[in-house]
């Protein structure tokens, strides 16, 4: 669950640059919610992310995840209920290190230190069943290099990762938009089926209408820093792909 109390964001407050990124917002997101922002650039979808995630606070306004009040928590303090993924298919992972490393490292990403992830053994079977429904024939090269992956086949694996550790919130901020649309679709049915297998809450920033229109399960608009349209599951069911196109016309 994430929960927004008249929460507003405002860059160099007071000088001439002044900005309102984000306005008195107000929003819940209910657990297992899919939901997906879309907007004009600069209209304040990112800033709406990070402010969940952390990695900006609120200039306004109160932020609870779980029911948990977190608006003071710093990102690291929110990590054990987010699990983000990012547009560009490095960010999220290393490229020299092997797959199995990665997935280990993402693993204790979010464990005390004193913590351990089991045995190797235990934990090579584990990712190596959770890659084999992926069904992209990596589960037996776990010693490959991640930097030798494609784009969309990282992206898929960040995705894997994201959602193996104890997270129930998943922010995606434009994960397609470095990929070619065949990749593209491939991330988008391996989140969709992710969020579903996790029963996560997830929102995913979008340019592409297609893909708000075809995922999820709630839309929001974001316009001028202030959430415009907020779809239900019942109205989205009614509207038709040009609908979208329309709101931004
Ligand atoms: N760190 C910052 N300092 C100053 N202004 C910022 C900063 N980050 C964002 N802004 C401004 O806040 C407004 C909202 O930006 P934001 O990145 O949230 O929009 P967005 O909807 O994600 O855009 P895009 O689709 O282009 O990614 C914009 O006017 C932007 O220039």
Do not use: C
């Amino acid at each position: 669950m994430i929960k927004l109390n008249k929460v507003s964001k405002v860059f160099n407050k007071g000088k001439g640059n002044e900005v309102i990124a984000l306005r008195a917002t107000d929003i819940t997101i209910h657990q297992k919610e899919f939901v997906v922002v879309v907007g004009s650039n600069g209209s304040g979808k990112s800033t709406f992310l990070n402010l969940v995630a952390g990695s900006l606070f609120p200039t306004e306004g109160e932020i609870a995840l779980q029911d948990k009040p977190v608006t003071k928590l710093a990102e690291y303090e929110r990590s054990k209920w987010i699990a983000r993924v990012f547009q560009n298919p490095l960010s999220g992972t290393a490229s020299d290190l092997s797959i199995l490393t990665n997935f280990r490292l993402a693993a204790l990403r979010t464990k005390p230190k004193n913590l351990t992830i089991g045995t190797d053994k235990a934990f090579k079977e584990l990712v190596q069943q959770k890659l084999s429904t992926l069904k992209m024939g990596l589960e037996n090269k776990l010693d490959q290099p991640m930097g030798s992956l494609s784009g969309g086949q990282r992206q898929a694996l960040t995705l894997l990762m994201s959602v193996m550790d104890d997270a129930k919130i998943l922010l995606l901020d434009e994960p397609t938009a470095a990929l070619d649309p065949r990749s593209a679709n491939f991330v988008m049915q391996t989140a969709d089926k992710l969020i579903k297998e996790f029963e996560l809450t997830a929102v995913l920033v979008t340019h592409n209408l297609k893909d708000a229109y075809g995922y999820g399960n709630r839309i929001l608009q974001f316009s001028d820093g202030k959430i415009v349209r907020d779809i239900s599951e019942e109205e989205k069911a009614k509207l038709e792909l040009n609908d979208l196109f329309s709101w931004f016309e």
